[in-house]
Nanobody, 123 residues
Framework: VQLQASGGGLVQAGGSLRLSCAASRRTSSNNGMGWFRQAPGKERDFVAAISWNGRYTSYADSVKGRFTISRDNAVNTMYLQMNSLKPEDTAVYYC?????????????????WGQGTQVTVSS
């Protein structure tokens, strides 16, 4: 399975971006998926996760109320709508497919990773 993340870019604080993660084949529709991010010099952190059917979602405290994760299994794609962006949201964002139907916040629960898309928020 290959994952292609897109939609990153440069945005001013308070702005919005929508990230997409396209999977190469249907396998992803039976598994949970998630977004992680890594800022320069820092570890990769959990951002959000969604179950195989989209019914269950979870978020890092730092993005709750601002980010929304969703998926469309018909087109093997997951999304991350990011609103009210802050400079501290600046990072490379990675999408991943979980080993199970319900995804968690631990990176070891994911076995396929995309290449990342850069998000830069200016103050």
């Amino acid at each position: 399975v290959q994952l292609q993340a897109s939609g990153g870019g440069l945005v001013q604080a308070g702005g919005s971006l929508r990230l997409s993660c396209a999977a190469s084949r249907r396998t992803s529709s039976n598994n949970g998926m998630g977004w992680f991010r890594q800022a320069p010099g820092k570890e990769r952190d959990f951002v959000a996760a969604i179950s195989w059917n989209g019914r269950y979602t979870s978020y890092a405290d730092s993005v709750k109320g601002r980010f929304t994760i969703s998926r469309d299994n018909a087109v093997n794609t997951m999304y991350l709508q990011m609103n009210s962006l802050k400079p501290e949201d600046t990072a490379v964002y990675y999408c991943a497919i979980a080993r199970k139907a319900v995804a968690g916040s631990g990176a070891d629960g994911y076995n396929y990773w995309g290449q990342g898309t850069q998000v830069t928020v200016s103050s």
